[in-house]
């Protein structure tokens, strides 16, 4: 492991609850470790699971996504869907030889901003001992294929 | 890339805020490292690029340097997005070629290191250089406001919204789950610290909202379906039958004389159990709508069918009750909603220690509100449950406030009513009274003045928490007595204090279905359960669905200056959106490029709104663009991609991936 290594974390945060979420954090001054980069969607269920294959491809030590809590999304049901692929995405991901660590839903409401340091602190430190993403070797050439498209 | 979208000039501004942001990121590192990017044509940090030189400073560029894409790193973009969006409008440019870059809330005042917090503001900032290459020029969709307004809950805050909006002549439906109006309020005695009595400034306005041609009151109501947006909401109301004609009732009220039951038997929920009522009854004698019900549990005739019925009798000719009245359903159309559904008192039960439930003369103050209270049980007559009247009281402050086995916060209000509650005590019993406070919180208009003048009445303090009382007397003074066990902090000893009667002064918390209620309505709640506003300090009414509105104490607790204050302003956003006719919509729904589609309806039964639908003619799924919310679900299901959402194409999103991961 290099030294001083520091994991990137992309993180797909719902613009209604986890967004404001990170927000709120901002807003009271809590402390947290500068890993996450946010990308912000509308909702958990845009999170295509391309997304989350395109940031592990091109380099991201792990994937956050952030949604609301289930029966609080502001558009019905999207965090439903995104726990569906979630799931099914996981199960992709470990074949590929991707740590579960790596890969993360958290439901975080717009008052929770504590929760976005603690869900976010702990994710690093978790990657931090698990070092720098090491492809599965069987399927590594097939990976950059897709990169490269 | 840039080819699609002609020569692609983007202008970077790195906003330092004050110190905000530029005493953790280096900004003018951040503006540099922006302006060695690919397509970037002008870079800038600037101290506050949201004040008019700074947005000037935008234009100016726009115009000179003929930018048409423009990256503000600066704060969230739910604070500024729309400042910088007209800034850039002014200039020519479509609002939706600007893109902000958190770095406020997401960076500087989250992060302690400067190299790890600029390091990452770079990053940010280089992601979202890629993305808007890829940006369009959009059209705003407007969709127009309903002027009618529906108020849910009708206590103080939500009969003065609706008034005011009815004064201004908008339509107004005041929803109220009991069978009067009136809220909280109605069952207080005086109000702190003017003692002016509750009911003589309630009552008038109660009046005035039954009389009111613009409102539509429907008491003993509750609200089972809300569907729309902002402008158009269409909302269900079912009205719960009070088995009482309210078009033939005429409120002569000789129903509940006639009776069978010729004395009230029944636990009175206005007078908090102290009193009695009938099967058929009114709450109060001031009750809004003035008209009885009738009280399924207890009445005779829905119990076994075999009354006589004295009360249809009473009623003649009249024929206003109605045994066989079922639940109505109403469906209305309204542009917005104020939630006005006030708050629970805290219930003494939880704090056991206290012997609420345990010892007769232990009661809370709301009960003690009914008590002192003119028409109350007793007409005003302090009386014990046993009989007595009491000579020594202990009002015990804070129960289920400031307590980390209860409730954390502080409810605001106990305080005052608390030093209230002691006036008016002394003034009927002429009792000794001891307040028993952590501290006495006296932030507001003549309350600091009324707490001195009680200080002059002889009114005892003492600083403690009061640990618990019990009845076991230690000595004879105290037969017969309740005991409050208190560490007296200022004297710093340990004190029994014995009393006849204890108050204690509890607290304001959410109602148990706060969070049920928010659900139906689709907007957000604090984790202790009171509705979250949009901006603690500059959005105090509004909440993060658009045209929903929140007042008084479901936001969290508030005196009724305050409570009044803030549905005023309630009304005057709803006002506001009304009166503008339109409101400008996101426009990022999703729509389909056809020919790629493939037909295979998955897309389909993702939409909650139905807003996909699938041609069956040219076997393709389409989507329609006014029921379309822009979740972007549908365009992460569809297989073939063929599904893009405005302002989150997946062109962007993908730039944005690399661009935060690529190592420059």
Same mark, same amino acid.
């Given at each position: ?149 | ?15 330092? !805020? ?8 280096? +900004? ?6 922006? *302006? ?23 234009? %100016?560029?726009?115009? =000179? ?8 790193? @600066? ?8 400042? &910088? ?10 609002? &939706? ?10 960076? @500087? ?45 009708? *206590? ?34 005086? $109000?702190?610290?003017?003692? =002016? ?51 033939? +009732? ?48 207890? +009445?005779?005739? &829905? ?102 086995? $209860? ?50 009445? *002889? ?28 560490? =007296?902090?200022?004297?710093? $000893? ?29 907007? *957000?709640?604090?984790?202790?359960? &009171? ?21 008084? !104490? ?55 709104? @139905? ?40 062109? %962007? ?12």
């Amino acid at each position: 492991m290099p030294e001083n290594y520091e994991p990137k974390i992309v993180a797909f945060f719902c613009n209604w609850c986890t967004y404001l979420a990170a927000d709120l954090a901002g807003t009271s001054r809590m402390k947290y470790a500068a890993n996450t980069r946010v990308i912000r969607v509308m909702c958990s269920g845009r999170v295509d699971p391309q997304f989350v294959l395109e940031a592990f491809a091109k380099g991201a030590d792990g994937v956050l996504i952030g949604g609301c809590h289930p029966g609080d999304c502001h558009y019905q049901e999207g965090n439903y869907k995104a726990l569906r692929r979630y799931y099914l995405l996981k199960r992709t991901l470990r074949e590929m030889g991707i740590e579960e660590e790596r890969f993360r839903l958290e439901w975080i409401s717009a008052a929770e901003g504590d929760r976005v340091r603690t869900v976010v602190n702990d994710m690093v430190q978790k990657l931090r001992a698990l070092g720098p993403r090491k492809m599965n070797p069987a399927i590594e050439p097939e990976l950059e294929e897709v990169a490269a498209s | 890339m840039s080819e699609r979208n002609g020569i692609v000039r983007i202008g970077v501004y790195v906003c330092h !805020c004050g110190t905000n942001i530029a005493a953790i990121v280096d +900004c003018k590192a951040v503006a540099e490292y922006a *302006g060695g990017l690919y397509h970037v044509t002008v870079s800038r940090d600037y101290k506050y690029l949201c004040s008019d030189p700074g947005q000037e400073l935008i234009r %100016q560029d726009i115009r =000179d340097h003929k930018l048409n894409r423009i990256v503000v790193a @600066s704060c969230s973009p739910h604070l500024h997005e729309h400042t &910088f969006r007209t800034a850039a409008e002014g200039a020519g440019l479509n609002a &939706f070629y600007v893109h902000m870059v958190n770095i406020r809330e997401h960076n @500087s005042w989250v992060h302690e290191n400067r190299e790890a917090a600029t390091k990452k503001a770079q990053d940010m900032v280089r992601a979202a250089v890629r993305r808007v290459v890829f940006h369009q020029s959009l059209e705003k969709v407007r969709v127009p406001v309903h002027p009618d307004v529906l108020v849910v809950g009708g *206590g103080i805050a939500g009969i003065h919204a609706a008034l005011t909006l009815a004064n201004a002549g908008k339509k107004v439906y005041l929803v109220e789950r009991q069978p009067t109006i009136g809220g909280h309020m109605a069952m207080f005695d005086k $109000t702190f610290p003017t003692l =002016d009595c509750a009911a003589c400034i309630l009552t008038p306005k109660m009046s005035s909202v039954k009389a009111h041609p613009n409102i539509t009151l429907w008491a003993h109501s509750d609200v089972t379906k809300v569907e729309g947006y902002v402008g158009n909401y269409k909302v269900e109301v079912a009205r719960r039958p009070r088995y009482i004609n309210e078009d033939l +009732c005429s409120g002569c009220l000789e129903c509940i004389e006639a009776c069978v039951y010729k004395e009230p038997k029944f636990i009175d929920e206005f007078n908090m159990g102290l009193g009695k009522r009938k099967p058929i009854y009114i709450p109060f004698p001031q009750a809004v709508p003035q008209m009885p019900l009738i009280d399924i549990d207890t +009445c005779i005739q &829905f119990k076994s069918g075999k009354c006589k019925k004295t009360c249809v009798q009473a009623c003649g000719d009249r024929h206003a009750i109605d045994f066989s009245q079922k639940e109505e359903i109403r469906n209305i159309e309204v542009g917005t909603i104020i939630m006005a559904t006030g708050f629970k008192a805290f219930d003494a039960r939880r704090t056991p220690y206290y012997g609420y439930g345990t010892y007769p003369n232990v009661y809370t103050s709301l009960e003690v509100e009914r008590l002192v209270n003119a028409s109350g049980p007793t007409a005003g007559d302090v009386v014990l449950r046993d009989g007595r009247k009491p000579k020594t009281v202990g009002i015990i402050h804070c129960v289920g406030s400031r307590d980390e086995g $209860t409730n954390r916060w502080c409810s605001r209000v106990c305080c005052m009513y608390s030093l209230k509650l002691a006036h008016l005590l002394k003034e009927h019993t002429d009792a000794e009274i001891f307040n028993f406070y952590i501290d006495i919180r006296t932030p507001g208009k003549g309350f600091e003045e009324f707490y001195q003048r009680l200080l002059s009445e *002889g009114v005892h303090f003492i600083r403690g928490r009061v640990a618990e009382v019990t009845d076991w007397a230690l000595d004879p003074t105290e037969e017969n007595k309740l005991v409050l066990r208190v560490e =007296d902090t200022l004297l710093g $000893t340990v004190r029994r204090i014995p009393v006849d009667m204890v108050v204690l002064s509890v607290g304001i918390e959410p109602h148990e279905d706060a969070q049920d209620v928010r659900r139906l309505f689709n907007f *957000g709640c604090g984790s202790e359960g &009171f509705f979250l506003e949009r901006h603690p300090k500059l959005a105090p009414v509004s909440t993060f669905t658009d045209g929903i509105f929140v007042a008084g !104490c479901c936001q969290g607790p508030k005196d009724i200056p305050d409570t009044v204050a803030q549905a005023g302003a309630a009304a005057a956003e709803a006002l506001a959106l009304i009166d503008t006719g339109f409101v400008e919509q996101e426009p990022n729904t999703a729509y389909v490029i056809e020919d790629e589609c493939s037909g295979c309806k998955t897309c389909v039964p993702m939409c909650p709104y @139905s807003a996909v639908y699938f041609n069956a003619d040219t076997k393709r799924a389409g989507i329609h663009q006014v029921l379309c919310k822009g979740c972007g679900t549908c365009v992460a299901a569809c297989p073939s991609g063929s599904i893009k959402q405005h302002l989150f194409e997946d062109d %962007q999103i993908f730039e944005e991936i690399e661009g935060v991961l690529t190592y420059a």
